[in-house]
């Protein structure tokens, strides 16, 4: 499946725009976990990856798109784990202190 | 067939959906973690539509693939607190490697007849992926100090590296007007690899945060060309998200340095601080020991706290978080000050100190914070130094003369834990050391932090 330009340009440019409103909004307590999770998010090019290794056409994709479903696979895993971790830690004062 | 690829896409879709309303949840601290699921959520569903793909014949190196990911990743994100920086540098290293080596599969399955689009997307690709993975393969190695951390800078630094990414970019250029020339390709991976290394070699620690923002930046638009590429719009999405927030970071990096993007990756920092550091003279300072700290902090009803790199450095957040009680305890009114780039990384104070159990309401910015200072009694720096600075509003010959600073002199008590007078990591002198009101409180962070802890213990029982 093929897009033309056009129209990755435009899905390009909305998912910007809406990329700008919605991470602007996002408290600066939060921006380490922002971080490795818009990295995990990112790992979606694992998508790319497997299609490759997966139609296995020539030796060099398969090779190449099975170390790239490494790296991104690690992303996903490592990334989505962290930022859980780090937001469960975050906890707002409530009635544990006298 | 022709239902089950608009089935495939319509999962796309319904990722894509997740994907957004997971950063938009991530805005506040009470909604945030529903964000990773929603993340989490949109994941799986996009690689299982994806491995029910018809394309696919061959599973066997899919599955040594996400099983081999999934061995190295589960370390990663298990990793100490302190060592966030570095592994996020690391992600943003594995992502544009997943990129690169996915464009170079994809120009050797279509070569030599790539449309002029395809090919132009595809340089940017890898050009993009080439120089983050070498990029951030170097950040975190200088964040975790296998590679030294002083900025290395050299005569015509600026020229070698722009000529590289020029050469680079012309080589795009001419594989678009002749995609048949394949032999150009493997140097317009290997040049953007060396510029990589060649740019990171002159930043300092301090310049991290930005650094990582900006690299962030550039890992996700790096994604979405590869989205332009394989025609996939979740891809697209994906990137432009993760290339926004990065963006977005990187600004407000600059902005509380006072720095411009060029000036941090070709400001040669290291050379102006040399300059600074060599007028420096000896001056009087004022020390004070644990006893003395714990009798001020105890008698003080307003107390700020500002922490910076030093602390994460000496492990002290959970010692903090035990003056924090003692102080609490006694009726004191304990807050964090936070300047943007304190740490290695955006947020990286904020991710220390709630690991230490400190409430996150008590984390304030910057700019909620220091109208604050002048009813607050002691303002206690823990390893900050650059971001507490009044030579930046004052003193229009230093090197960070306008960045925007806690304005911890004007507490009525300023004291300081640092290790020795001698200048910090940017080696930048700090006037504060010598007011009349600032007692330096020489020593470890993690120990000093622990000894007036044990003294306002003891007094209290």
Same mark, same amino acid.
């Given at each position: 499946?093929?897009?033309?330009?056009?129209?990755?340009?435009?899905?390009?440019?909305?998912?910007?725009?809406?990329?700008?409103?919605?991470?602007?909004?996002?408290?600066?307590?939060?921006?380490?976990?922002?971080?490795?999770?818009?990295?995990? *998010? $990112?790992?979606?090019?694992?998508?790319?990856?497997?299609? &490759?290794?997966?139609?296995?056409?020539?030796?060099?994709?398969?090779?190449?798109?099975?170390?790239?479903?490494?790296?991104?696979?690690?992303?996903?895993?490592?990334?989505?784990?962290?930022?859980?971790?780090?937001?469960?830690?975050?906890?707002?004062?409530?009635? /544990?202190?006298? | 067939?022709?239902?089950?690829?608009?089935?495939?896409?319509?999962?796309?879709?319904?990722?894509?959906? &997740?994907?957004?309303?997971? *950063?938009?949840?991530?805005?506040?601290?009470?909604?945030?973690?529903?964000?990773?699921?929603?993340?989490?959520? !949109?994941?799986?569903?996009?690689?299982?539509?994806?491995? *029910?793909?018809?394309?696919?014949? $061959?599973?066997?190196?899919?599955?040594?693939?996400?099983?081999?990911?999934?061995?190295?990743?589960?370390?990663?994100?298990?990793?100490?607190?302190?060592?966030?920086?570095?592994?996020? #540098?690391?992600?943003?290293?594995?992502?544009?490697?997943?990129?690169?080596?996915?464009?170079?599969?994809?120009?050797?399955?279509?070569?030599?007849?790539?449309?002029?689009?395809?090919?132009?997307?595809?340089?940017?690709?890898?050009?993009?992926?080439?120089?983050?993975?070498?990029?951030?393969?170097?950040?975190?190695?200088?964040?975790?100090?296998?590679?030294?951390?002083?900025?290395?800078?050299?005569?015509?630094?600026?020229?070698?590296?722009?000529?590289?990414?020029?050469?680079?970019?012309?080589?795009?250029?001419?594989?678009?007007?002749?995609?048949?020339?394949?032999?150009?390709?493997?140097?317009?991976?290997?040049?953007?690899?060396?510029?990589?290394?060649?740019?990171?070699?002159?930043?300092? !620690?301090?310049?991290?945060?930005?650094?990582?923002?900006? *690299?962030?930046?550039?890992?996700?638009?790096?994604?979405? #060309?590869?989205?332009?590429?394989?025609?996939?719009?979740?891809?697209?999405?994906?990137?432009?998200?993760?290339?926004?927030?990065?963006?977005?970071?990187?600004?407000?990096?600059?902005?509380?340095?006072?720095?411009?993007?060029?000036?941090?990756?070709?400001?040669?920092? !290291?050379?102006?601080?040399?300059?600074?550091?060599?007028?420096?003279?000896? /001056?009087?300072?004022?020390?004070?020991?644990?006893?003395?700290?714990?009798?001020?902090?105890?008698?003080?009803?307003?107390?700020?706290?500002?922490?910076?790199?030093?602390?994460?450095?000496?492990?002290?957040?959970?010692?903090? /978080?035990?003056?924090?009680?003692?102080?609490?305890?006694?009726?004191?009114?304990?807050?964090?000050?936070?300047?943007?780039?304190?740490?290695?990384?955006?947020?990286?104070?904020?991710?220390?100190?709630?690991?230490?159990?400190?409430?996150?309401?008590?984390?304030?910015?910057?700019? $909620?914070?220091?109208?604050?200072?002048?009813?607050?009694?002691?303002?206690?720096?823990?390893?900050?130094?650059?971001?507490?600075?009044?030579?930046?509003?004052?003193?229009?010959?230093?090197?960070?003369?306008?960045?925007?600073?806690? $304005?911890?002199?004007?507490?009525?008590?300023?004291?300081?834990?640092?290790?020795?007078?001698?200048?910090?990591?940017?080696?930048?002198?700090?006037?504060?050391?010598?007011?009349?009101?600032?007692?330096?409180?020489?020593?470890?962070?993690?120990?000093?932090?622990?000894?007036?802890?044990?003294?306002?213990?003891?007094?209290?029982?």
């Amino acid at each position: 499946m093929q897009l033309d330009l056009v129209t990755s340009l435009y899905v390009f440019l909305l998912a910007a725009f809406i990329g700008f409103e919605v991470i602007r909004r996002v408290s600066p307590l939060l921006h380490t976990p922002l971080m490795s999770l818009t990295n995990a *998010l $990112d790992a979606i090019a694992v998508v790319g990856a497997i299609i &490759l290794a997966g139609e296995g056409k020539t030796n060099l994709a398969k090779i190449l798109g099975t170390i790239a479903i490494v790296a991104a696979t690690s992303n996903i895993v490592g990334g989505f784990m962290i930022t859980d971790r780090m937001l469960k830690m975050f906890k707002a004062s409530g009635p /544990r202190k006298p | 067939m022709f239902a089950s690829e608009n089935i495939l896409e319509i999962t796309y879709l319904i990722a894509t959906a &997740l994907f957004v309303l997971s *950063l938009k949840w991530l805005s506040s601290p009470v909604t945030a973690r529903r964000g990773v699921w929603a993340g989490e959520a !949109g994941m799986l569903l996009a690689i299982a539509g994806t491995l *029910l793909h018809k394309g696919i014949v $061959d599973y066997r190196w899919i599955a040594v693939g996400l099983v081999v990911g999934t061995i190295i990743g589960v370390p990663l994100g298990r990793v100490a607190m302190t060592a966030v920086p570095q592994r996020t #540098a690391l992600s943003h290293a594995f992502g544009a490697l997943c990129v690169t080596l996915v464009g170079t599969a994809e120009f050797y399955l279509r070569a030599p007849n790539v449309p002029q689009f395809m090919m132009g997307v595809l340089s940017l690709e890898v050009i993009l992926g080439a120089l983050t993975f070498t990029g951030s393969l170097m950040a975190a190695g200088k964040l975790q100090e296998v590679l030294p951390q002083r900025p290395i800078t050299y005569k015509g630094q600026n020229i070698v590296n722009l000529g590289l990414l020029a050469i680079a970019i012309g080589i795009g250029v001419i594989l678009v007007l002749h995609p048949d020339k394949t032999f150009l390709f493997p140097f317009m991976i290997g040049i953007p690899l060396a510029f990589g290394v060649m740019m990171i070699i002159p930043i300092g !620690g301090a310049d991290m945060p930005t650094v990582i923002s900006l *690299l962030n930046s550039y890992a996700g638009l790096s994604a979405a #060309a590869m989205g332009f590429v394989l025609g996939s719009k979740l891809l697209i999405v994906a990137g432009a998200l993760d290339g926004a927030s990065g963006f977005i970071l990187s600004v407000n990096m600059s902005k509380a340095m006072n720095r411009s993007f060029t000036n941090v990756l070709f400001g040669a920092f !290291g050379q102006e601080q040399v300059a600074a550091a060599g007028t420096k003279e000896a /001056r009087p300072v004022r020390s004070a020991s644990p006893e003395e700290a714990a009798g001020i902090l105890a008698a003080a009803s307003k107390v700020v706290i500002v922490p910076g790199y030093g602390m994460a450095v000496a492990q002290a957040q959970h010692k903090v /978080r035990e003056l924090y009680d003692a102080l609490t305890k006694r009726g004191v009114d304990v807050k964090f000050g936070i300047h943007p780039v304190a740490g290695r990384m955006p947020g990286h104070m904020n991710v220390l100190l709630a690991e230490a159990d400190i409430p996150y309401d008590k984390l304030l910015e910057m700019d $909620d914070i220091n109208g604050d200072f002048p009813q607050t009694d002691v303002a206690l720096i823990i390893g900050a130094n650059d971001v507490t600075n009044p030579a930046a509003r004052e003193d229009q010959s230093s090197p960070i003369y306008g960045m925007p600073i806690l $304005d911890v002199d004007k507490a009525r008590t300023v004291m300081v834990i640092k290790r020795s007078m001698a200048a910090g990591f940017a080696g930048i002198d700090n006037p504060l050391y010598y007011l009349d009101r600032t007692l330096m409180l020489f020593g470890d962070a993690k120990t000093f932090v622990g000894s007036i802890v044990r003294e306002l213990s003891g007094g209290h029982g």
